[in-house]
């Protein structure tokens, strides 16, 4: 059995840490993608256990005030968090548990899980990320704005991950992380 592992993966909105996060799941047969909770509703297609752990705000409080949860934030008017409990009983069945998330949750993971290891995925430049976000068409001006604001907070922290990679060629990406992968788990 190979030792279980938490990787963390974070980036700016736009670098393609979904596609790479899909990807790995693809190839590396033991990988598993932590499912966050949130006192959101669920949107039309969404299946509670599937896309989120969808919680009242009393549940997600009282998960919350018993340290059941790895990270969590309020992100607007919902609360997003990672459940500890599934998280690590991946980890102990010797799974690789990946989670997509945010810088700042990134570094609470790491304080409470100090052997997480943080990826961070960079886009090749400020303006192919901008590129990448207009080409979505589904962000406003003003969300564009806000997430390339974010975006070069985050990239100011990038090296408090362990390992960074840029997405500048998708396959190789993905070569790279599930290399990384791979490497922790034989450890």
Not at 11 to 24: E, F, N, Y
Not at 38 to 48: F, K, L
Request: aromatic residues 6%; negative net charge; hydrophobic residues 35%.
């Amino acid at each position: 059995m190979r030792t279980g592992n938490l990787f963390v993966v974070s980036g700016p909105s736009g670098a393609g840490k979904g596609t790479l996060v899909s990807r790995v799941i693809e190839r590396v047969p033991d990988a598993w993608l932590s499912i966050s909770a949130t006192t959101r509703d669920p949107r039309e297609g969404e299946v509670d256990g599937v896309h989120y752990l969808f919680k009242s705000d009393s549940d997600f409080d009282s998960l919350a005030e018993r340290d059941g949860f790895l990270e969590w934030a309020q992100v607007h008017d919902h609360k997003y968090g990672t459940p500890r409990a599934m998280v690590e009983e991946h980890i102990a069945a010797g799974d690789q548990v990946i989670l997509e998330i945010d810088v700042q949750g990134g570094f609470q993971i790491k304080e409470k899980v100090p052997s997480a290891h943080l990826v961070f995925i960079e886009p090749p430049s400020l303006e192919e990320l901008e590129r990448r976000l207009r080409g979505r068409a589904t962000e406003t001006e003003e969300s564009i704005k806000l997430r390339m604001k974010n975006a070069e907070l985050e990239l100011s922290r990038k090296m408090e991950y362990d390992i960074q990679f840029v997405n500048d060629n998708l396959d190789v990406c993905t070569d790279e992380l599930v290399a990384y992968i791979e490497r922790q788990a034989e450890n």
